[in-house]
């Protein structure tokens, strides 16, 4: 999944790409609304993280920006200001929710994983397939009860084909699913994943293995006896 923050504190924007992207997530930081408006215009994101004091102007324009096109997008506003007024002028534009600084990170998550569950959103929290069970707020799989280690990318790449299950998953689609526009990636570095992730899930006796299609995408299936 593919997360955009809009925060004009390098500081503050930094910790949260580096938390989120921890936690399996492809994130985006634009540190002005001009940015993260042209980021809009090239990218569709899962959700969206805003501040409202931004240093060119109100980040409410860009809710409006996105409900604008009729996107599922989620949309969280983090923001010092805490008037009702505020909130409710942020909520009626079509944010799902309204966070005000200072907040704690672990509120944060749940708050986000919330807002991707919601109805037209896409985040389960218990994915399962086969033996193969991966939990998306713990970011841990586990094979027939036996926990799987995988780094974040393979994660972030089991969790979108889990999500996808009897559908190809493009290498667009993947590589904009597990990389930022800020990730230096390789040609091959969609390849190398999936054939990382492939070895792992059969070395640990998984009922579901990836077909890859080649120069298409991959997919998660029955593993054939």
Not at 161 to 167: F, G, K, P, V
Not at 195 to 208: D, T
């Amino acid at each position: 999944m593919r997360l955009l923050i809009v925060e004009d504190e390098p500081t503050l924007g930094d910790l949260l790409r580096r938390n989120l992207t921890a936690r399996g997530f492809a994130v985006d930081l634009a540190l002005s609304r001009s940015d993260a408006a042209a980021f809009l215009d090239v990218e569709t994101y899962d959700a969206v993280l805003l501040d409202r004091r931004l240093g060119d102007g109100d980040g409410l324009a860009l809710v409006k920006q996105i409900r604008g096109k009729r996107s599922e997008t989620g949309i969280l506003f983090l923001t010092a200001r805490d008037a009702p007024a505020d909130r409710i002028e942020g909520l009626d534009a079509g944010a799902d929710d309204y966070i005000v600084k200072p907040f704690d990170m672990d509120e944060l998550n749940a708050r986000l994983r919330a807002v991707l569950r919601r109805p037209g959103k896409r985040l389960a929290t218990v994915l399962e397939a086969g033996n193969l069970t991966f939990d998306a707020a713990m970011r841990r799989a586990s094979v027939a009860g036996q926990v799987l280690d995988l780094p974040r990318q393979e994660a972030a790449l089991l969790e979108l084909l889990l999500r996808s299950q009897d559908a190809v998953v493009r290498r667009e689609e993947i590589q904009r699913s597990l990389y930022g526009f800020d990730d230096d990636v390789t040609p091959n570095a969609v390849d190398a994943a999936i054939s990382r992730l492939r070895k792992r899930l059969r070395a640990a006796g998984a009922s579901v293995e990836i077909a890859v299609l080649r120069g298409v995408g991959c997919m998660l299936e029955a593993r054939r006896s």
